[in-house]
């Protein structure tokens, strides 16, 4: 994924070919999609992405692709309407030997009057990379537009646009003026999509502005598809540097968007996201997302519980703010499966105080009955079959973000455990098709086929696969040149990288003082060229300590690795990222495969 914006370095190996435009694979979907949302009132189910079919019986909506929309190359959107006058909330339960599973649901009401607006000081990040090219920058450019114009009167704002470098419109936050919005109007009519997508140094520029006074909002709004290779580092970079009273939301535009991306720059960012595709009319759009910004409906939510045996685990940790039109959904996982009370407390704008309490019940009576077998147990579920993997992926994804810095063998256990446990794909899971039917070459060798996908609609074949440039920016461009940024940039973009967090550390050859206590399964002599080879690694001066790792070894390479918290005693941030990446580009001994446990020493300087 990236076309231009990619950084993997592996990226030949893990990236199917793309077919051209108007080319088909020939392979199809089915879609099925049960709605249950726990009210009475489902209605307005549309999709804006795909023809369907829908059917209710009772509170329960049933969806399906229509025979003449099965290509897969977007994805499949799907609205519909449970709000109603007042914010409401509901409860739904599961029960099996895992556990009791509970889902709880706060729904904001369609139109929400707030009495109070918090100024913003509102920076637009915009992407106008290769992959933007045509529609999806057109309806960038539209969206944009009727961003600036929709702004409140006491608002702030300015336009950053990224791609191989990154410029603004100003330096400092524009008052919103007639002037100042005809400003940036003609400043976006200007921009070109083109270059490779560098977000990290996009995201950067904006983390290094100051914090907002104390009676303001910085809004960071971004706009893109999110097509990078290098998710977790602007993740990481994100959770590490966001300011308080900063949010961050972000706006995909296409057909085939990089979801994760954007779903989790705005968990962490505590904002929220959203995606139109490239052929939406972008009024209702814009109108909803500002709606959604200017009206956090309930701030500061705390969740407590109330009852009898052990507490629930619920995620996520730290609710974020309820914003107009879009739900708050809580799940939980009591392990007893004890019956007890959710209690909600939140601040309603205008300061009022806002208090729920919700029944949850896990019995085992008037529910849903539904036997499947695993491959350790049969499980028997009793009340809504798809909350207990919905809990499961919030744990999966709250253990994961715990990770954008670097990977541990306890968290990637958690994660794998969990996703075994749950039936989950997960990035240590999969789920594999298995054929009876094998088949070889007359010789008896194997033979590697490449399947092609499709290219997803709206994205510009030219505009991320153009040959004269596919040669410079093969493995993706990282280094970031301000040659025409007027804002504040950090002169040392890679201490970032490496975890220093903005400025580099005096570094330290490791000649001396590494030494490799153990390595098992490598014999004598390949410990001794492991030791050779870390001789380059550099790290800041003054740190020591042991360290653990566990790698993963596959077709000759370290396919993953791991530090053991709980066994290593080198806290420093910057020394185990520059391990890591060391670790990573390590080439095992030949034929070996599996895994390999391997501890360091590191001494005190001399």
Known sequence: RGGQGGVNTDADRINPPVLPPATRSGQEIAVSVEIDAGVAIVGDVSSTSHQITTDRSGNIV???????????????????????????????????????????????????????????????????????????????????????????????????????????????????????????????????????????????????????????????????????????????????????????????????????????????????????????????????????????????????????????????????????????????????RTPGQLRIRGTQAGGKVYEQVLAVNFARSGGRQRESTSVSATVTDFGNPAVAQLWGRSRIQDLMNQMFGGETKSLVESVTDTALTYRLLSEYTAFVAVSEEVRVEPDGSRRRVQVPVELPQGVSYEGIFEPERAESTRGGARNFTPTSSPLPVSPAPAAVRRGYGGELQPQQSLASRLQVVSAEGLDAGAIAALTQYLQSVTLPAGVSGETVWELWVEDGRVARSAIDTQTSTLQTTAAVESLKKALNSWQPPAGFKGTLRLKLRINLDR
């Not at 229509?66 to 339960?93: C, F, M, W």
């Not at 959770?239 to 308080?244: I, Y």
């Open 62 to 336: 049933r969806v399906q692709l229509a025979n003449s929309d099965t290509i897969p190359n977007k994805d499949l959107i799907l609205r519909y309407r449970v709000a109603g006058e007042n914010t409401q909330a509901t409860v739904l339960t599961q029960s099996d030997q895992r556990g009791g599973h509970f889902a709880a649901y706060l729904i904001p009401a369609l139109n929400y009057k707030t009495n109070q607006i918090v100024p913003k000081d509102v920076v637009f990040l915009l992407d106008t990379s290769g992959s933007q090219q045509g529609e999806p920058l057109a309806k960038s450019k539209e969206l944009m537009r009727r961003f600036i114009q929709g702004l409140n009167p006491s608002d702030t704002f300015t336009i950053i646009d990224f791609a191989n470098t990154a410029q603004a419109l100003s330096t400092t936050p524009l008052a919103n003026t007639a002037q100042n919005r005809q400003t940036a109007i003609n400043y976006i009519d200007k921009l070109q999509a083109n270059g490779g997508t560098e977000l990290l140094n996009g995201i950067q520029t904006v983390m290094n502005f100051p914090a907002a006074a104390a009676v303001r909002l910085r809004s960071i709004v971004l706009i893109t598809d999110g097509y990078i290779g290098n998710e977790k580092e602007v993740l990481a970079l994100v959770q590490r540097s966001l300011k308080p009273g900063n949010r961050l939301y972000s706006f995909g535009v296409g057909g085939s968007v990089n979801r994760f991306l954007l779903n989790r720059l705005a968990q962490v960012g505590r904002g929220t996201s959203q995606v139109i595709r490239q052929d939406e009319p972008p009024a209702e759009a814009a109108e909803k997302f500002f709606r959604q910004i200017n009206n956090p409906v309930l701030t500061d939510i705390q969740i407590s519980w109330e009852g009898m045996g052990e507490k629930p685990e619920i995620y996520p940790i730290a609710p974020p703010d309820l914003f107009a039109s879009q739900p708050l959904v809580l799940f939980g996982r009591k392990g007893d």
